[in-house]
């Protein structure tokens, strides 16, 4: 969340940055709902401050009836404030919580359409032969099967087989590789987390039209949509020492897809469930957008490993969640669809996160300050495999794997 000391400064930009990301809200009721709880909480205070002085003032012999009338008082209209606070706190940390971050100046405006193309790389010429969708390449091959998996679990949940479920293992293992290199520490997480860490990681904030998280009925527990979550989590209520700290978790994604309807989707593209190795960064607010820059430099270097044409987009304030400051995408080229498609992304949060989370830090003088934090996929692994299957393919349906793969599949060179 941000400070609530910089919305008061900065409402109208606060407002204005909450339309441009499409979040209804209504920052001339959270001040004033801010104005109110102040109100009262002085009162309190003050009447604590007071009750304090009274019982000071009696010790070490018997109150006499005036003193004790008075703190009854006291008492009586210290109960009636608390009572008049609780609901006045609730509904203000509410909208509070509900705030979006900001986003720079330069952030095209707009939804999705909007999304800003900032650089390409590699070769997206049409090929002399039509090359297979995934899904039908898959099932013919018996590699993939949608159908039991509906069968299974409903429909977007499947199976990989065979030589494709060891291509996912390999390319998990070479993003592994790839950020730890980078100065990434691998991290196994959990795949399930409390409310406040989904709440503290922005999650919650969402539209419900937008709602990813699938929760436990009867429980404090929810799975998880990417290991940035729990990865948020990791250091909650803690004062980091020497930083940056550098994660990259290796999980599944549990995704509702709820409001997806309408984007691509076939096969593996928008699925309920898929593995993913993500990157996480907590450091320095002077750092951040260099940490940014360089994260984006990292997904860039493994889609250039694997030899898969790319291009990377800087996202419009309509396309952001409620936690982005800022956000890029890297988008495969598809040679079945011609056009790009989502593969990773990368986001800056500045201390969106650190703030719900209580994570700090203490600078040279003493003083703690909020980390800045920011998250980037290194492989949606089922992407990646699409991406793979269909820019490698050759006309007689073979794929030739990147030869970067290779050793991590037995030295096998084909699919």
């Not at 994604?253 to 593995?275: I, M, P, T």
Request: hydrophobic letters at 35%.
């Amino acid at each position: 969340m941000l400070d609530i000391r910089y919305i008061r400064e900065n409402a109208e930009q606060v407002q204005k940055a909450a339309s441009n990301k499409g979040f209804k809200i209504d920052i001339n009721k959270l001040l004033e709902l801010d104005k109110q709880r102040r109100e009262v909480v002085a009162k309190i205070e003050d009447l604590r401050a007071k009750r304090n002085e009274l019982s000071q003032s009696s010790k070490g012999s018997q109150p006499a009836a005036e003193v004790i009338s008075r703190g009854k008082q006291l008492k009586e209209r210290l109960a009636k404030l608390e009572a008049e606070a609780e609901p006045l706190q609730a509904e203000y940390s509410k909208l509070y919580r509900e705030v979006p971050n900001i986003i720079p100046d330069d952030t095209p405006l707009g939804g999705e359409e909007a999304n800003r193309q900032e650089r390409t790389w590699g070769d997206t010429a049409d090929k002399d032969f039509a090359v297979i969708d995934h899904v039908d390449w898959g099932e013919k091959n018996d590699l993939l099967d949608f159908e039991r998996g509906a069968k299974v679990a409903g429909s977007k949940f499947y199976f990989v087989k065979g030589s494709l479920a060891v291509l996912e293992l390999a390319i998990a293992q070479l993003a592994l590789d790839h950020a730890q290199k980078a100065g990434f520490t691998p991290m196994s997480v959990p795949h399930l987390v409390s409310e406040r860490i989904i709440d503290g990681a922005g999650f919650s904030a969402r539209s419900a039209e937008e709602e990813q998280i699938y929760r436990v009925d009867g429980e404090d527990l929810n799975l998880i949509a990417t290991a940035e979550i729990p990865l948020t989590g990791y250091h909650a209520d803690e004062i980091l020492g020497k930083l940056p700290k550098l994660y990259v978790g290796y999980s599944p994604a549990y995704r509702k897809e709820a409001g997806a309807y309408g984007k691509h989707s076939r096969g593996l593209y928008r699925v309920h469930q898929f593995n993913k190795v993500e990157m996480y960064v907590f450091c320095k607010p002077s750092d951040s957008e260099k940490w940014h820059q360089k994260m984006v430099e990292i997904e860039e270097s493994l889609c250039q490993t694997l030899m898969i044409p790319y291009r990377v987009v800087r996202i419009a304030a309509g396309d952001l969640g409620a936690a982005a400051y800022k956000k890029y995408d890297v988008e495969y080229w598809s040679p079945v669809d011609k056009a790009y498609h989502e593969l990773m992304s990368c986001s800056n949060i500045t201390d969106y996160q650190a703030r719900r989370l209580n994570i700090r830090y203490r600078d040279e003088d003493g003083k703690t300050n909020f980390v800045h934090t920011l998250n980037g996929t290194v492989a949606a692994i089922s992407r990646l495999s699409i991406a793979i299957i269909e820019n490698f393919q050759g006309r007689d349906g073979k794929v030739e794997l990147p030869a970067a793969l290779q050793p991590y599949m037995a030295d096998q060179t084909t699919l």
